[in-house]
C-alpha cells in the first residue's frame, strides 16, 4: 500500500520560515519524481516544485528564491524548506509521486499571518 505522509505544517508569521516533509512507503522512492503542490481555499491545486528521480528541481515563479525542494532517498522522504513566507502562501500543501503512476499525500495545512 502506497503511503505519503506530509508533516511541518502550522501557523507562521509574515516572514518566517517552515519545512514540511512528505515521507513515502510502499514505493521504490528513488525512481519516482516528486512534487508538491498548493491548494488555498477557493482557488485550484498549483504546482509549486518539484524534483526528478535525478535530482533535477523546478519551482513556480511565485516561490522562487524562497522555497527549496529536497530529496533524501536513503530516508524515502522530500522536504519543502520554505523562507520569507508571505500571506499569500497560505493553503494546503500536498506532495505527490509521481512516475507511470500518481500518488497523493493527504495535505498539511500552512497559515501565514500575523
Known amino acids: 500500500q502506497v503511503q505519503l505522509v506530509e508533516s511541518g505544517g502550522g501557523l507562521v508569521q509574515p516572514g518566517g520560515s517552515l519545512r514540511l516533509s512528505c515521507a513515502a512507503s510502499?514505493?521504490?522512492?528513488?525512481?519516482?519524481?516528486m512534487r508538491w503542490h498548493r491548494q488555498a481555499p477557493g482557488e485550484q491545486r498549483e504546482l509549486v516544485a518539484s524534483?526528478?528521480?535525478?535530482?533535477?528541481?523546478n519551482y513556480a515563479d511565485s516561490v522562487k528564491g524562497r522555497f527549496t525542494i529536497s530529496r533524501d532517498n536513503a530516508k524515502n522522504t522530500v522536504y519543502l524548506q520554505m523562507n520569507t513566507l508571505k500571506p499569500e502562501d497560505t493553503a494546503v500543501y500536498y506532495c505527490?509521486?509521481?512516475?507511470?503512476?500518481?500518488?497523493w499525500g493527504q495535505g498539511t495545512q500552512v497559515t501565514v499571518s500575523s
Open positions: 505527490s509521486a509521481f512516475r507511470v503512476d500518481l500518488y
Open positions: 524534483v526528478t528521480s535525478a535530482g533535477t528541481t
Open positions: 510502499g514505493i521504490i522512492f528513488r525512481i519516482y519524481n
